[in-house]
T-cell receptor, first 111, second 114 residues
Framework: GDSVTQMEGPVTLSEEAFLTINCTYTATGYPSLFWYVQYPGEGLQLLLKATKADDKGSNKGFEATYRKETTSFHLEKGSVQVSDSAVYFCALSAGDYKLSFGAGTTVTVRA | DVKVTQSSRYLVKRTGEKVFLECVQDMDHENMFWYRQDPGLGLRLIYF???????EKGDIPEGYSVSREKKERFSLILESASTNQTSMYLCASRTPEGIGNTIYFGEGSWLTVV
């Protein structure tokens, strides 16, 4: 079945550091890929998405490129801020109505 | 913007009580979902509904039921709450097929069963 594997956390960084969270997937067909972010005490917010191979999703300084050859959708940000502290979820939707989520990666950014 | 509203943010219920979690979306989406989120387990799908009065079991439906009488409202019901149902519950709705295929979440309902 469809599944997502993302880098385990927690990840702790200093402000202005570079952030990468790895995400790989297994799916039949051609899935859409997503990154969601969950700030403390809140629900999930869509951060970015990509619907086909080689698409790059971007938002709030975060980027992720849909790599079909490596079945990956790694999240990156060049210079993190304290406000980026959150849990990040990679997810895929493979043509049906469901999302398959990774386990989530907790990121803490220190001033 | 899509708005998914969960009416109860924090609830404390006793074992054996019947619990209703309500969710409303304002974008006329046909597909709606209930997930639960637990540390280390990520999000797990409980039930989803693809139209009014239509529902299907997700990955962990045991101990839960749902109701979808109107398109905008999707309710999760715990018929007899148990302590292992203490969790965060997330409602979501989905854009139509072919239009972004994106799921939007509510802010979550924290349920504690004592």
């Amino acid at each position: 079945g469809d599944s997502v594997t993302q880098m385990e956390g927690p990840v702790t960084l200093s402000e202005e550091a570079f952030l990468t969270i790895n995400c790989t997937y297994t799916a039949t067909g051609y899935p859409s890929l997503f990154w969601y972010v969950q700030y403390p005490g809140e629900g999930l917010q869509l951060l970015l998405k990509a619907t086909k191979a080689d698409d790059k999703g971007s938002n709030k300084g975060f980027e992720a490129t849909y790599r079909k050859e490596t079945t990956s959708f790694h999240l990156e940000k060049g210079s993190v801020q304290v406000s980026d502290s959150a849990v990040y979820f990679c997810a895929l939707s493979a043509g049906d109505y469901k999302l398959s989520f990774g386990a989530g990666t907790t990121v803490t950014v220190r001033a | 913007d899509v708005k998914v509203t969960q009416s109860s943010r924090y609830l404390v219920k006793r074992t054996g009580e019947k619990v209703f979690l309500e969710c409303v979306q304002d974008m006329d989406h046909e597909n709606m979902f209930w997930y639960r989120q637990d540390p280390g387990l990520g999000l797990r799908l409980i039930y989803f509904s693809y139209d009014v009065k239509m529902k299907e079991k997700g990955d962990i439906p045991e101990g839960y039921s749902v109701s979808r009488e109107k398109k905008e409202r999707f309710s999760l019901i715990l018929e007899s709450a148990s302590t292992n149902q203490t969790s965060m519950y997330l409602c979501a709705s989905r854009t139509p097929e072919g239009i972004g295929n994106t799921i939007y979440f509510g802010e979550g309902s924290w349920l504690t069963v004592v």
